[in-house]
Each structure stands twice: as structure tokens, then as C-alpha cells.
């Protein structure tokens, strides 16, 4: 085992734990789709990685509907949490990184922009046992980018999160856990991710262990 490790690990769920992000574009394709509109990569960034809100918000202002957007985000959250409940998938290497953790006794926080009957469906089939904490998007004033779902997590942890590591998928997520002073893994699902300071990048989580998560705090 490393001298240092993470004082936590801090995980995203859609993209980075499970493979999901892939049914969220589905539900807001079919969706612009009754709205007379197509979904294209000018899109992704209102689309991937947000809030069921505020995507609910860029389909409403772009298709000029009149149906009430509260009306939208309930039809984002009722698709995608049908499409989820069919076809939970894990990503390549993320339970053997969080048995790895788990052995380690490292703590884990699962932090999440989903709301929570989608979080709690897909802990249903990961295990709930993974985690020592769960946030989902109605346990913060604000959600990703904004850096209080991680700075939530840390806290609730009662740690600093400049001693912890952050795992995201999307430059939303990653947004959020670098203001909130995280060291940050991304494997990006769908939407490229720019290296910076404290931003590491992999290709696949099978490539992450704790000795790299240890440098990533070093």
C-alpha cells in the first residue's frame, strides 16, 4: 500500500460508475424529438453531465414550446429513470477500483447530479455497500458545476477535499470537483476533457489503482 493515500474518493455515478450517460441522451432525444427538435454535439454540453433542470431548461428555450417546463423535467426524470431500470451497466474496471478502496479502508462518497430514486435505483443493482455516503442532485442548494456536491461529500466525510480525489466523466463534473479543491481523475465518457492543474486523464477506470490515486494527493 502507498506511504500516502486519498483521504477519500469521491465518485461521479453517470459515465463514470455506470454506463448511463448513454440512456440520459436517449431521454432527451426522444424528448426533443416531440418537440419538433434533433439532438446534435452542439448539444452535449446542455445535455451530458447536467441536471434533469437544466436540460429541461435548453429544450424548452430552444423548441419555444409551450408546454410548461416543469411538465419537461418530469418527462426527462420518468424516461431515464425506465431506461435505468432496464439496463444498469458498471464501467470497464469500476468495481474492482472500489474493491480495491474497500480493502484499503478508503473511504468513498458517491456524488451525483441524478436525483435520487435514479441514485438509489442504480445502488440497488452496484451496492450500496461500496459507498460511505451517497449525495444525489436534492441533497445541495445547486448542483454540478457548482462545486457544492463535492464540497457537500468532503464535509460530510469531515474532510478537507484537497485531500481527496474526485473520479468524473464530463467537463461539468470535473468543473465542480476542481472549484471544490478536489485532485481530479476523469475518464471522459462521451465529451472530451482538457488536462489541467490537478486534472489527471485516463481512458478507462481498468487503468486506475491506488497507488495513481495516491500521487494524484501527493
Known amino acids: 500500500m502507498p506511504e500516502t493515500i486519498p483521504a477519500a474518493v469521491l465518485f461521479d455515478m453517470d459515465g463514470t460508475l455506470v454506463d448511463t450517460e448513454h440512456l440520459w441522451w436517449q431521454a432527451a432525444a426522444e424528448l426533443a424529438a416531440e418537440l419538433d427538435l434533433t439532438l446534435t454535439d452542439a448539444d452535449l454540453p446542455e445535455v451530458l453531465g447536467r441536471a434533469v433542470e437544466h436540460t429541461a431548461a435548453h429544450l424548452h428555450r430552444t ?26 451497466v458498471p464501467r470497464p474496471g469500476a468495481l474492482a477500483l472500489l474493491t480495491e478502496l474497500r480493502d484499503a479502508a478508503v473511504p468513498t462518497a458517491l456524488v451525483s ?54 473520479v468524473e466523466d464530463t467537463p461539468t463534473g470535473v468543473a465542480s470537483a476542481h472549484a471544490a479543491g478536489c485532485a481530479v481523475l476523469a475518464v471522459p465518457s462521451t465529451v472530451p476533457i482538457p488536462a489541467t492543474d490537478r486534472v489527471t486523464l485516463l481512458d478507462s477506470l481498468e487503468h486506475a489503482d491506488l497507488p495513481l490515486l495516491a500521487r494524484l494527493v501527493a
Do not use: I, M, Q
Not at 419555444?64 to 424516461?79: F, I, K, M, Q, Y
Not at 441533497?139 to 461529500?153: C, G, H, I, R, S
Open 63 to 88: 423548441s419555444n414550446t409551450s408546454r410548461p417546463e416543469a411538465e419537461l423535467v418530469d418527462r426527462l426524470n420518468d424516461s431515464f429513470t425506465a431506461k435505468v431500470a432496464a439496463d444498469v
Open 113 to 166: 447530479a441524478s436525483p435520487r430514486r435514479v441514485v438509489d435505483l442504480v445502488l440497488d443493482t452496484l451496492g450500496t455497500h461500496w459507498f460511505t455516503t451517497t449525495l444525489a442532485a436534492e441533497d445541495t442548494p445547486a448542483t454540478k458545476p457548482d462545486p457544492a456536491p463535492y464540497l457537500a461529500a468532503a464535509a460530510r466525510l469531515g474532510l478537507d477535499p484537497a485531500t481527496c480525489v474526485a
